[in-house]
C-alpha cells in the first residue's frame, strides 16, 4: 500500500513540476492523473492490485475529502450572497457547455461505429 500511494504521489508531483515548469494552465494534479493513466496504458496490463486496493480505499473515502470545501463555502457565504447572479450564470452556463460538449462528443465517437 505504501508503494502504491507513493506512486501517486509521484504521479502528483510530476505533474505538478510539469504544470509550474512549463506554465500550463491545467492544474498539476490532472496532468498527473494523465502521466499515471499513461504509464498504466504503457504497462499493457492490468493494474497493480496494491494500486488498485489503494485507490479503491482513497475513492472510499473521497467524501471526507469535500470537507474543506464545504467549510470555504460557509466561510465565504456573504461574498456568495453578494454575487449569487454571475455565480449562478456561470454554473448554468458551464453545465449546459459541458451537456453539449458531451453530446457532440458522443455523437462523434458513435457515428465512427
Do not use: K
Not at 509521484?10 to 513540476?17: D, I, P, S, Y
Amino acid at each position: 500500500m505504501i508503494g502504491a500511494l507513493a506512486t501517486l504521489l509521484a504521479c502528483q508531483l510530476a505533474g505538478e513540476v510539469l504544470a509550474r515548469a512549463l506554465h500550463l494552465p491545467v492544474p498539476g494534479p490532472v496532468i498527473g492523473m494523465a502521466l499515471l493513466f499513461a504509464g498504466l496504458l504503457l504497462r499493457g496490463r492490468e493494474a497493480p492490485p496494491a494500486l488498485e486496493a489503494t485507490s479503491d480505499a482513497l475513492l472510499g473515502n473521497l467524501g471526507l475529502l469535500f470537507v474543506p470545501a464545504g467549510v470555504g463555502v460557509m466561510l465565504y457565504l456573504p461574498l456568495l450572497a453578494r454575487d449569487w447572479a454571475p455565480l449562478s450564470l456561470g454554473v448554468v452556463a458551464g453545465t449546459l457547455a459541458a451537456i453539449a460538449a458531451t453530446g457532440r462528443l458522443a455523437q462523434w465517437l458513435l457515428r465512427g461505429r
